[in-house]
C-alpha cells in the first residue's frame, strides 16, 4: 500500500499538470460513470493530500476523494511527469504521435486534458464527495506530518490514552495518517522503541522525537520518491545513493542481520501486516 509521501507527490503532480485546466472524465471499466459524468468538463481546481488519502477540488461543493488502498494505482500519460514513476503511479510508454493511450486494464476513472492523461484503477475508495461529505472524511484521519495543519500533540493524547502497543497504534490513520508498514518499522528502530511497548507508556520526549524524525523522513520520501531511513554509515556502501537492499533497517529484513547488532531481525504479524524489529536494539 502506498505510504503517505507517495499520496503527496500524486497531489503534486495533478497540482502541476492539471490544476487550471479543463478535465474530461470517463470511466472506461464503466464502474464510475455516474460520478465521472459529474467531473466532465469541469475546471480542476486545488488537489489537496490527507495521509494515504487525495482529494481533488473541481468546485467547492464537488471533491474527488481517491484511496489507492493495496491495489490502486495511477497511470499517467503526456509531459512532465516523469518524476512520478513509482509503484502507485506509472508514466506511460507513449506511441510516438498517439495521445492519449489506450487504457490500459481495468480503467476506474480517466482524467483527460489536451496535454496530459490520469488513468485510475485498482483503488479502495474513488467517490464525489459533497464539501459537508468532504469535511467529514477529513476528520476521520488522524495527524498528517506533512500538512502544516498538523498537531502532533493530538495525536499524542491519543497514543497516551491508549494499553495499545505503539507498534498497532502507529498504524491506525486515525491517529497518525500516512504511516504505513515501513515507516512504522523503520521510525521505531530509528527511536530504538519496542514496539510492543503500550501507548500510555511513551513519553512527551519520545514521542517528540519519533514525530520529528517521521516528518523528516516522509518530506525526503516526497522529494525523492523513495523511502530511505538508513544513515550512510550503517549501509554496505556508504557513498551515493542508497541501494534498494540498503535503504531499511529493518523492514523485510526478516532473519536478516541487525545493521547496528547483528542480532537476526524479528518479524511477527500486527495491526494485520508483518512488524519487522530488533529485539536488541529497541528496548526503549
Known amino acids: 500500500m502506498p505510504e503517505g509521501h507517495t499520496v503527496h507527490r500524486l497531489a503534486g503532480a495533478f497540482r502541476a499538470r492539471f490544476v487550471g485546466k479543463t478535465v474530461e472524465a470517463s470511466s472506461p471499466q464503466g464502474r464510475f460513470a ?19 488519502q487525495m482529494f481533488l477540488m473541481f468546485s467547492e461543493e464537488l471533491w474527488l476523494r481517491v484511496h489507492l488502498g493495496l491495489y490502486g ?30 487504457p490500459r486494464g481495468l480503467v476506474r476513472l480517466r482524467l483527460l486534458t489536451r496535454g496530459n492523461a490520469a488513468d485510475l484503477s ?35 493524547a491519543k497514543v497516551q490514552a491508549s494499553r495499545s502497543a505503539i507498534g498497532l497504534l502507529l498504524m491506525r490513520q486515525d491517529i497518525v495518517a500516512g504511516i504505513g508498514n515501513i515507516y512504522r518499522a523503520e521510525i521505531l528502530f530509528r527511536a530504538r522503541v519496542d514496539p510492543h511497548r503500550p ?3 511513551i513519553s512527551a520526549a519520545t514521542w517528540d522525537a519519533l514525530w520529528t524524525d517521521l516528518a523528516a523522513l516522509l518530506q525526503d520520501g516526497v522529494e525523492t520518491g523513495r523511502i530511505v531511513t538508513t544513515e550512510p554509515a550503517d549501509r554496505e556502501r556508504s557513498s551515493g545513493k542508497a541501494r534498494g537492499h540498503d535503504a531499511c533497517y529493518v523492514a523485510h529484513r526478516a532473519r536478516r542481520p541487525c545493521r547496528v547488532c547483528g542480532t537476526p531481525v524479528l518479524a511477527e504479524p500486527m495491526a494485520g501486516r508483518m512488524l519487522y524489529w530488533c529485539a536488541v536494539c529497541q528496548t526503549g
Open 34 to 52: 455516474e460520478g465521472a459524468a459529474l467531473l466532465d468538463g469541469r475546471v480542476l481546481q486545488a488537489t489537496e493530500a490527507h495521509g494515504k
Open 73 to 102: 494505482m495511477w497511470r499517467f500519460a503526456g509531459p512532465g511527469l516523469a518524476g512520478f514513476g513509482r509503484r502507485a503511479a506509472r508514466v506511460a510508454a507513449d506511441e510516438p504521435g498517439v495521445f492519449p493511450p489506450e
Open 122 to 156: 485498482g483503488p479502495t475508495a474513488c467517490m464525489v464527495l459533497s464539501r459537508a461529505e468532504k469535511a467529514v472524511a477529513m476528520r476521520r484521519l488522524g495527524e498528517d506530518p506533512l500538512r502544516d495543519d498538523a498537531d502532533p500533540g493530538r495525536a499524542f
Open 199 to 201: 501507548g500510555r507508556e
